[in-house]
């Protein structure tokens, strides 16, 4: 069975999506730990981080770097954490997190019931970063 994020990136489930290419894509976890909290999903299932192919890991950081450089614009905070956990979906990915705090890292901390105009804000947020970065990978549903 495909995971939820196979599903997501299949367009079967819906998300809020601010980077596409052809190896993978980013979208706003829908349980944040902070305003901005975007998970980065290889497109090809891949259970365990560990397991990735060097080339994909190296571009997944890439990525990763391109995305915090965005979140530090959009939500100027102390830090963006980078954390891989891999428990909650076995499908690899990369949480990016905008962090004042290392607590800030806690899923316990986890909004479980954000409000989607709260999402869109950052989405938008992300969006408009990576279009000023110059970004053609910056995945925008309503492009201006």
């Given at each position: 069975?495909?995971?939820?994020f196979t599903m997501i990136i299949n367009g079967d489930l819906p998300a809020r ?66 954390m891989i956990a891999g428990l909650e979906v076995p499908h690899a990915h990369i ?50």
């Open positions: 069975m495909a995971s939820i999506f601010v980077w596409k290419d052809d190896e993978c894509v980013a979208f706003l976890s829908i349980n944040p730990m902070a305003p901005g909290h975007v998970l980065v999903v290889p497109r090809h299932e891949v259970e365990h981080w560990i397991d990735l192919d060097p080339d994909l890991l190296t571009h997944l950081t890439g990525v990763c770097q391109t995305i915090g450089a965005a979140l530090e614009g959009g939500f100027q905070p102390i830090k963006v954490g980078m949480h990016l997190v905008p962090i004042r705090d290392v607590h800030d890292l806690d899923f316990d901390h986890a909004d479980m019931d954000p409000d989607p105009a709260d999402l869109d804000a950052a989405a938008a947020t992300i969006r408009v970063q990576l279009r000023e970065m110059g970004r053609p990978e910056v995945f925008d549903p309503e492009p201006s």
